[in-house]
């Protein structure tokens, strides 16, 4: 089997259903499996997945083990030669394993390939491609200096080597993965992705960014961004300087003015909380029903180009790609400030 997609879902059963119809598409010209796994979710995710995705392979955590150990899991059931690694928030394009695989497979000392993440206003992600976060580098990052954090030589749509990939788009080869015994799991959420990418440099591989590869993170819409969020950030950045740079007196005073500069600051406005002006749908049979249930006013156009700013914008998936609807936002980001909605088929 060539490839085996890791998906760990916790509460987020709309975000899992996109992602798996995504996902799906992407991998029906693969010898492929899918593997959800899902840590003790309160919502009906799972008997989502039983009812939609009858091929995928659940796996049912009977409680919440994080997202190292969640993902460890699923690879211990996983088949193929090459593992990928994936939020459920995510959209894939038709393309985006084909292309991957392809660039992988011509690589001798592969480590992990990541590729251009963009969120759910079509916004390039700049953690898509990052720097070992040294405890200076850390320190600048948090004082608002990411040149040194953040990949900057490789432009978003340019492939070459980085350092640090986001855990929300990993591929790599399970025999590497199993050799640096995978994700570590004293980390429960965030730096996982960090320690696992400076573990397979530090064991000899590469890793590659690819730019040429576009996937939606809807970053932050599922995460509750509070001081709990806040204390397990910089508690994972702790155990990854205690890991591998024995500084715990440095990070502990970065952690000390991380968590005093969040709570001064407070919670961030997501770009979620801006509401749009009006709507756009590309749907036309779905437009009468549609005007019954929504309270903003709603157009049906075949012409995006013509659309005001703050747009909120309906993808039918009936009629369009994912590919398509990627590339649209990318190509329209960041200037319009629309906002995104994807309808699923059926």
Known sequence: MKLSVIILNYNVRYFLELCLKSVEAATKDLEAEIIVVDNNSPDDSCEMVKRLFPSVKLIENKENFGFSK???IGVAEAKGEYLCILNPDTVVAEDTFLNILEFADSKSDLGIVG??????RGEFLPESKR??????????????????????????NEVGKTDILVGAFMVLK????????????DYFMYGEDIDLSYKILKAGYNNYYFGKATIIHFKGESTLKDEIYAQRFYGAMGIFY?????????????????????????????????????????????????????????????????????TQIVFDVDYLDYKTIIDFMKSNAPSNQNTYRILLKN
């Open 242 to 310: 205690n890991k591998h740079f024995k500084n715990s007196s440095v990070m502990a005073v970065l952690v000390k003015l991380g968590l005093k500069l969040f709570v001064k600051r407070g919670r961030p406005l997501k770009k979620a909380d801006i509401k749009p002006s009006g709507s756009a749908i590309i749907s036309e049979e779905i437009l009468k029903a549609l005007k019954t249930i929504l309270i903003r006013p709603i157009t049906f156009t075949k012409n995006l180009s013509e659309l005001p700013t703050h």
């Open 131 to 156: 720097q070992i976060p040294t405890p200076k580098v850390a320190f600048q990052k948090l004082m608002g200096n990411t040149k040194n954090y953040y990949t900057n030589a490789l432009k978003p």
């Open 115 to 120: 590729c251009q993440l963009i969120d759910g």
């Open 70 to 72: 969640g993902n460890n």
């Open 174 to 185: 399970r025999s590497v993965y199993n050799q640096v015994n995978g994700f570590d799991e």
